[in-house]
């Protein structure tokens, strides 16, 4: 298992190479396959929270690294959807308090 975290840490690596650092949050969208992938890693998200509540659970037990693995998953997915929006020449919509409301 953790050969396979390590490659999902060498691609978060490898795509971050090209990005802009983080100044603001970033809200799901930009293009259309990068809300793919927003969408994706908020399912990601969700299954992390389920793993450690379930692992909480007498007589369940979920690895260490099955939670770290499904957490670098969703890393992973929050980064390629910010390296399709730079490679589509699409914008990240930033998080600007009080201003990301539709008008």
């Known amino acids: 298992m953790s050969s396979y975290i390590k ?6 690596d490898l ?3 090209d990005l802009n650092p983080l100044r603001s949050f970033i809200l799901p969208g930009g293009s ?6 927003h969408i994706a890693r908020t399912i990601a998200r969700r299954s ?3 793993m450690v509540e379930l692992n909480q659970v007498d007589n369940e037990h979920i690895s ?8 670098r998953l969703s890393d992973f997915l929050f980064v390629a959807a910010r390296y399709v929006n730079l490679k589509l020449n699409s914008d990240d ?3 600007v308090p009080g201003d990301n409301y539709e008008k």
């Not at 259309?32 to 992938?37: E, F």
């Open 7 to 12: 490659g999902l840490e060498e691609n978060i």
């Open 15 to 17: 795509l971050n190479k």
């Open 32 to 37: 259309k396959v990068s809300s793919y992938l």
């Open 48 to 50: 992390e929270r389920e």
């Open 64 to 71: 260490k690294e099955s939670i770290q693995y499904i957490n």
């Open 93 to 95: 919509i930033l998080w």
